[in-house]
Nanobody, 123 residues
């Protein structure tokens, strides 16, 4: 069983920075995709950034140049460094992991979510 626990959310002023962390536990294979999603009130959950196999990162256009995703394999922790925050970044941020695994010869895709951490950008 995989567990993801986010931390680091809070209130920050516009233009400020915040670092989110996602501590992963359980059996996560080397080949996996981890990501940060966010959901603002009344809006759909959206992918903010992802990192594949702990190396290759992608970002949604709205956060490019401001957010940095990273994976620390030794700590099994994913981070999202956010800077130049604006009120539009306010949302609940969720950690997600997806990977393929074979159980009794059947390959399936597994997806796990964290419980979320709230980011509020306001003066």
């Amino acid at each position: 069983q995989v567990q993801l626990v986010e931390s680091g959310g809070g209130l920050v002023q516009p233009g400020g920075s915040l670092r989110l962390s996602c501590a992963a536990s359980g059996n996560i294979p080397s080949y996996h995709v981890m990501g940060w999603y966010r959901q603002a009130p009344g809006k759909q959950r959206e992918l903010v950034a992802s990192i594949t196999n702990g190396v290759t990162s992608t970002y949604t256009d709205a956060v490019k140049g401001r957010f940095t995703i990273s994976w620390d394999n030794s700590e099994s922790t994913m981070a999202l460094q956010m800077s130049s925050l604006s009120p539009e970044d306010s949302a609940d941020y969720y950690c997600h992991v997806s990977f393929l695994a074979s159980i009794r010869g059947i390959v399936d895709r597994y997806n796990y979510w964290g419980q979320g951490t709230r980011v509020t950008v306001s003066s």
